[in-house]
């Protein structure tokens, strides 16, 4: 129907108008209120009148370049159907079919992502290749592929992942968050996403909107949930409204470059000068990423509407907001609640980079430290707790101060947090070297499945980004590119194939099994993803909590050093409801009764 409706456009329209954004809506929405978007040479100069069946043409808002109108249209009676945006220019009145379509779903159906999922992040243009025929698209920009070099495209698409959702599903996680799949037509640089050149379009050498739409679809069979990553903060300057800008005002500094700070702390720093937010929020990620200024109304309701749209047509699940805390906050929390009525079930979490739980604790809804503001955003990332989890098993375990006692001390501190449940957490992704940094450290599965058994077993939403489960390794210092290196067998001809068994090696093998017997085990695990959270201050460097919820419960004992010891059981009564249990990762039995003896760096997970 998009494609029909873009064909009607351009052989009615064709010298008046080239973009209508969004191309088309839904009856019956909470907010009735509609922006239409069209772009077009001195379109500005023209009449604009709706005929439809209760479609109320609300307002008219020309910009500072004459090739935009703003049509603001009222729905609120408004039944599905295909209405006209008349267009006179001169002697010439042209009509534009508009399709406001019934919607196939309401909002509460869609179901978003919490601590009972586990998401699986992936790159598109690095995890396998489904149609070589759109490797390249003649007339975008940057239009080769070469694998040998880490910045540049190297093929992966749509088809690729839905080809792997067994995959996928068969690895136990219940959740794929892609890096942005919408448009990116720069000249380099554009397999990673992050720069969008067209809002409403999925990036053609991925697929087309259907594509991407049945690829939610597969996914919902198969029991797989799907979050979609966004930027509001800045687009790319190939974007249309920024070489064509509506008005210099759509773009923080006047659309004029200013580099941002990095330093977004000031947004809640009680201290902080006006320049210096200011720096950090309004300033530009690059040059070749213009800020978007949220202030700005039309730009607000641009942006708002482009991800309902999404919400709606294709059904996806979540949206993970790129550099949150860089975009308006007030225009932010605005988003957060207007997509959040329309589908209360819904789920979002913003990338909260920030060095300290009571800074990205601010960020979350309902935060007392924001208060009386509220940034109305369920779910931030734990970034603290990544950079601990990746020192934490590498260090021996002392009563106070380095390995796991990290994690214990980090956690004794949730209460800073409006809700510990609704933390998204994670080893590594695709901005921080991978938790196996290099090649030696996965020959070590001992600080993998330790870490492992920490990330599914503790409290909040656990991340896990492709490959991980083969033990793909890298650092930062070997450049980003690398840290999104190709899943081995994803294109044909790779001489090594990870999606089978029989591709990887023994430890590889090790790795994938582990990580599947305890994600599959975690998965519809209530005691996980609804239990309370209580924890032992670390003893003889082992660490011990348990989850508990109802009248069921796990334990997690784990021994933090190289070297075996002897657990004094006495003060773990309280979550030692008896003297047998069953560890879930060996299926043997344990004993419990005054001391419990321990291998170095063993891990159990005992359920009651």
């Not at 592929?145 to 995959?167: F, M, P």
């Not at 977004?264 to 070749?288: C, L, M, N, P």
């Not at 980079?353 to 734990?382: E, Y």
């Not at 075996?564 to 879930?584: G, R």
Request: net charge negative; aromatic share 12%.
């Amino acid at each position: 129907m998009l494609a029909l409706f873009g064909s009607i456009m351009k052989t009615q329209a064709a010298t008046i108008i080239d973009k209508v954004a969004p191309s088309c809506w839904w009856a019956g929405m909470k907010n009735p209120e509609l922006q239409i978007l069209l772009h077009g040479k001195d379109i500005a100069n023209a009449t604009f009148h709706i005929k439809g069946n209760d479609v109320i043409l609300k307002e008219i808002v020309k910009q500072e370049s004459p090739n935009y109108t703003l049509l603001y249209v009222d729905l609120t009676d408004a039944k599905p159907q295909t209405f006209q945006i008349e267009v006179k220019s001169g002697k010439k009145t042209t009509s534009i079919p508009y399709e406001l379509k019934e919607r196939t779903r309401k909002g509460s159906d869609i179901k978003g992502f919490d601590a009972s999922d586990v998401l699986y992040l992936i790159m598109p243009d690095r995890f396998a290749n489904g149609n070589p025929d759109i490797d390249v698209i003649p007339g975008m920009r940057e239009n080769t592929v070469n694998r040998n070099e880490q910045y540049a495209r190297h093929g992966g698409d749509l088809k690729g992942i839905s080809e792997h959702l067994d995959y996928i599903s068969d690895l136990g996680v219940t959740a794929i968050w892609l890096n942005p799949t919408q448009e990116n037509d720069m000249k380099d640089g554009s397999y990673h996403g992050y720069a969008i050149t067209d809002y409403y379009q999925m990036d053609r050498r991925l697929g087309s909107n259907e594509d991407f739409k049945a690829l939610t679809e597969q996914a919902h069979q198969k029991g797989l949930k799907v979050v979609m990553d966004m930027i509001f903060n800045h687009c790319g300057s190939e974007n249309y409204l920024f070489k064509d800008k509506p008005s210099k005002d759509w773009f923080n500094f006047r659309s004029e470059y200013v580099q941002t700070s990095f330093k977004t702390a000031s947004v809640q720093d009680i201290h902080a000068s006006e320049y210096e937010r200011k720096t950090a929020t309004d300033g530009w990620f690059t040059e070749v990423m213009p800020d978007l200024n949220q202030r700005n109304r039309h730009v607000a309701r641009y942006l708002i509407q482009s991800s309902i749209w999404w919400i709606e047509y294709a059904g996806i699940n979540g949206i993970r907001q790129d550099t949150h805390p860089y975009a308006d906050f007030d225009f932010m929390a605005e988003w957060c609640k207007e997509v959040l009525d329309e589908y209360p079930n819904f789920n979002i979490v913003g990338e909260t980079w920030l060095n300290s739980n009571v800074l990205i604790s601010f960020w979350q809804k309902d935060s007392k430290l924001a208060a009386p503001k509220n940034s109305n955003l369920p779910t931030v990332m734990d970034f603290p707790l990544q950079g601990l989890m990746n020192q934490a098993f590498d260090e021996e375990t002392g009563d106070w101060g380095n390995g796991l006692y990290r994690l214990y001390d980090y956690l004794t501190q949730d209460l800073v947090y409006a809700n510990p449940m609704n933390l998204l957490i994670f080893l590594d992704n695709h901005d921080t070297s991978r938790f196996c940094k290099n090649e030696d450290e996965t020959k070590n599965l001992t600080r993998y499945k330790q870490a492992l058994a920490f990330l599914l077993t503790t409290r909040g939403i656990p991340q896990i980004y492709y490959g991980t489960e083969i033990l793909m390794a890298a650092d930062k210092s070997m450049g980003d590119g690398n840290l999104r290196k190709d899943f081995p067998g994803g294109w044909k001809g790779d001489k090594v194939n990870c999606f089978k068994s029989e591709g990887r090696n023994r430890l590889q093998n090790e790795a994938f099994d582990y990580t599947r017997k305890l994600l599959n085990w975690r998965k519809n695990n209530e005691v996980i993803s609804k239990g309370n959270l209580k924890h032992f201050s670390i003893t003889n460097g082992t660490y011990v909590y348990e989850r508990k919820y109802k009248d069921q419960s796990i334990v997690v004992i784990m021994n933090g050093t190289n070297q075996p010891k002897d657990l004094n059981l006495t003060p773990y009564q309280e979550v030692l409801p008896s003297v047998e249990s069953t560890d879930i990762l060996t299926g043997k039995k344990v004993t419990l009764n005054e001391t419990l003896h321990l291998k170095e760096r063993e891990t159990l997970i005992l359920s009651f």
